[in-house]
């Protein structure tokens, strides 16, 4: 079993920025997909970014540009660095781990969630 813990999110206003962590215990994450996923009130978990074990990476078209996922397999700790932030970008944030099915931007592709931590973007 590998667990996921968030943190990293708070309160910022637009235009700030937010670097958040997601710790993983229990087995090293070095050979899974981690991904970043983010659901706001009343809407579906949407996908926003993922990295392979090597590094590649993948973004949702929303936030290419502005946010940045990456990790440290030493530490077994992926990070979402996230800049220029929006109002809409407001949501709970998670993270996400599974073996590499391929298929970075489908919920099913993780086998492992960690509980979300929250981003406030006010204007």
Do not use: H
């Amino acid at each position: 079993q590998v667990e996921l813990v968030e943190s990293g999110g708070g309160l910022v206003q637009a235009g700030g920025s937010l670097r958040l962590s997601c710790a993983a215990s229990g087995r090293t994450v070095g050979g899974y997909v981690m991904g970043w996923f983010r659901q706001a009130p009343g809407k579906e978990r949407d996908f926003l970014a993922a990295s392979t074990w090597s590094g590649r990476t993948t973004y949702a078209d929303s936030v290419k540009g502005r946010f940045t996922i990456s990790r440290d397999n030493v530490k077994n700790t992926v990070y979402l660095q996230m800049n220029s932030l929006k109002p809409e970008d407001t949501a709970v944030y998670y993270c996400a781990a599974g073996y590499d099915r391929g298929n970075y931007y489908g919920q099913n592709e993780y086998n492992y969630w960690g509980q979300g931590t929250q981003v406030t973007v006010s204007s």
